[in-house]
Nanobody, 116 residues
Framework: QVRLVESGGGLVQAGESLSLSCVAS????????MNWFRQAPGKQRELVAG???????NYGDSAKGRFTISRDNTRNTVYLQMNTLKPEDTAVYYC??????????WGRGTQVTVSS
């Protein structure tokens, strides 16, 4: 059974940093792309950042220059370092593992709240 568990969310002030982690179990992430999405109240879920199996990364416009995604295949973990946080970064952050276009898994999410 594939399971993704996010951690590291919390309440911070604008300008501060947070580091999120997502640990996978039931599958080795080595061969798969891993992504972070987020969903704010009343808004659609959006891609924050992704890292391919080879380590190449891509970012949503809101994350460029502030967030860094990385992966440690030995720990079966993907990370999201978030710097210079803004109130508009407030959302539930979800880990996402895609095996095929039609086969993917989500974590339950971790809440990030940024106060102004």
């Amino acid at each position: 059974q594939v399971r993704l568990v996010e951690s590291g969310g919390g309440l911070v002030q604008a300008g501060e940093s947070l580091s999120l982690s997502c640990v996978a179990s039931g599958i080795s992430i080595t061969d798969y792309a891993m992504n972070w999405f987020r969903q704010a109240p009343g808004k659609q879920r959006e891609l924050v950042a992704g890292v391919s199996s080879s380590g190449s990364t891509n970012y949503g416009d809101s994350a460029k220059g502030r967030f860094t995604i990385s992966r440690d295949n030995t720990r079966n973990t993907v990370y999201l370092q978030m710097n210079t946080l803004k109130p508009e970064d407030t959302a539930v952050y979800y880990c996402h593992l895609q095996i095929d276009p039609g086969i993917y898994f989500w974590g339950r999410g971790t809440q990030v709240t940024v106060s102004s």
